[in-house]
């Protein structure tokens, strides 16, 4: 399966290095059947190279970042302008991370991520946009913890039969940790360059960037901010890899409502496990939301399997709607600007955003 083969070796290395993202090189030499460090960087460029490895990044945890709430808002939304002046108008709100169009029949949809310090508001903005018949419907979903994230088993089975997702199991706490460190303005300035992996989040690089922003730290303040953070439990180090080379995966969000919110969580956790796929989990209210790329193979069948079982009352399925476009996908660094130093909290300008969307829509 896939035009690109690996090797057993390779297969091994990759399945470390997504289980295991805190092993450094010499200890990937240890536990890997390679000879030397060198050998190791090598493949690791290679695997990005061909669509099969990405990052080092960091996730955030956003209960340990500010002392207010702070909550991750999964969009899906319906309209009928074209796809570049919705995004003209969603790219107004700063707190916007990712948008990417979805394969439907039907409908034109696009599901977009949003960081929020206030829910309301952002739903206000939404309906702002409805009102003005930018968009025509909106599902909001929102969620407060860490997301669950589980790379691919390289020897798995790219195409599960699903049969475990009612078992028991032991579950892991996603809960968000709550804010117990002050954090200063390197913190903040280096922050996203983190969680978004710039430059394969090589400090030399993050300092480089800030020094074109005329932000001048040197590097063994911002060596220093990542290990407190580290340390603190802000941030832990990630890899995503790709169970095949990208382009050549489906790129899928599955919903799912059972009547126990225990039975959707322990879903979640079973769904696929082990096998050869990347999946990222969280839970939206009700709704028990994982996030797939996979072999074709997998999605081809996987509604079928899902009506299978009866516990699953109700299911939604969101594919990306073609994964070498992407161009029309969009993604930008998490914006701290309204980061308060003094007061530790991140509330962002609702207001600002309504504001120019109004004047956008006067154009």
């Known amino acids: 399966m896939g035009k690109i083969l690996l090797t057993e070796k390779e297969k091994e290395l990759l399945t470390l290095i997504g289980r295991s993202p805190q092993v450094t090189t010499k200890g990937l030499v240890q536990s890997a059947q390679y000879k030397r460090s060198s050998s190791i960087a090598r493949k690791i460029g290679q695997f990005k190279m061909r669509n099969m490895l990405r990052g080092p990044f960091y996730d955030l945890d956003f209960g340990r970042l500010s002392r207010n709430t702070l909550s991750i808002l999964v ?129 030399i690089e993050i300092l480089k960037a800030e020094r074109k922003d005329n932000n001048l730290l040197k590097y063994d303040q911002i060596k220093y901010s990542r290990k407190k953070m580290l340390e603190k439990g802000l941030i832990r180090e990630r890899y995503v890899v790709y169970p095949f080379p990208y382009p050549e995966c489906v790129d899928f969000e599955l919903f799912m409502k059972t009547e126990d919110i225990v039975l959707t969580r322990r879903i979640q956790h079973n769904f696929a496990r082990g096998a050869r796929l990347l999946k990222e989990y969280s839970l939206c209210g009700g709704w028990g939301r994982v996030g797939i790329i996979s072999h074709p193979r997998f999605l081809t069948g996987l509604m079928q399997k899902l009506d299978a079982i009866d516990e699953i009352t109700r299911k939604e399925l969101y594919q ?42 006067e154009e």
């Not at 070498?324 to 003094?342: A, N, S």
Request: hydrophobic share 35%.
């Open 75 to 203: 969009c899906i939304i319906e309209f009928d302008q074209d796809y570049e002046t919705v995004i003209s108008y969603l790219q107004l709100i700063e707190t916007l991370r990712y948008v990417y169009p979805v394969l439907s029949p039907h409908k034109e949809l696009l599901n977009a991520i949003f960081i929020s310090s206030d829910n309301a508001a952002t739903a206000d903005l939404l309906q702002l946009l409805k009102d003005n018949y930018i968009i025509t419907e909106c599902i909001i979903r929102p969620y407060s913890h860490r997301r669950g994230l589980e790379n691919p088993d390289l020897f798995g089975d790219p195409d599960p039969p699903l049969d475990n997702l009612l078992e028991p199991c032991d579950m892991p706490d996603l809960s968000f940790g709550s804010h117990s460190t002050t954090w200063n303005a390197c913190d903040i300035s280096i922050l996203p360059y983190l969680q978004a992996g710039y430059g394969d989040s090589r400090l």
């Open 320 to 361: 990306l709607r073609s994964i070498p476009d992407r161009g029309r996908t969009f993604d930008r660094p998490l914006v701290l600007t309204y980061f308060d130093l003094e007061n530790q909290t991140l509330k962002y300008p609702y207001h600002q955003y309504e504001r120019k969307i109004k004047e956008k829509l």
